[in-house]
């Protein structure tokens, strides 16, 4: 009995440590903050463009970000943003303020529709270079297994040198 008391008490106490190692969701940052964080130690930014009534916004927080190897991954190799494509907060980036635009019942951010070049749906990721520049916006739900190479393409800056097609000639999920 001692011995089963013991084999219990290793077990939670390695499943507590397996908690606290990987986060349950990216350290989600405003974009004010990334912008602020990229001047001190560039990295590229990773944007979550959402909305509060987007169903596939929230499966996709549900079932990707909440993925621990997928949270880690954004977590160390970007900064991570949530962005609210509705927002009312003005947004100053490279000189331009960029604010929301009322547009019948609902409307839109400024800075969304200059990120997706105009094509605004939801959920949309965008990624930006350590430089701030826009890489890729990549409209659409996209699972832990679809997003896992598209933000290794990036993070990794293996874009830098090779098509997308290249890179996954050699891709090996970790998932």
Known sequence: ?????LVLFMLSF???????ETPNSP????????????????????????????????VMDQRT??????????????????FDAEQS??????GRDYVFVAQGRRGYHE??????????????????DKDMNLLQPLPGFKGPNDLEP????????????QSYEEFMQNFKSEL
């Open 1 to 5: 009995m001692k011995t089963f008391s």
């Open 14 to 20: 390695l499943g507590l440590g397996a908690q606290t």
């Open 27 to 58: 350290n989600w940052y405003t974009f004010d903050k990334a912008v602020e964080l990229n001047k001190k130690e560039p990295r590229p930014v990773i944007i979550d463009l959402y909305t509060d009534w987007c169903g596939w916004c929230k």
């Open 65 to 82: 970000f909440s993925n621990p190897y997928i949270a880690t991954y954004l977590n160390t190799h970007f900064y991570p943003v949530k």
């Open 89 to 94: 907060e003005k947004v100053n980036f490279k």
């Open 111 to 128: 800075l969304a529709a200059a990120l997706t070049g105009g094509q605004l749906s939801y959920p949309t990721l965008v990624f930006l």
């Open 150 to 161: 598209v933000m290794k393409f990036f993070g990794s800056g293996a874009y830098l040198s």
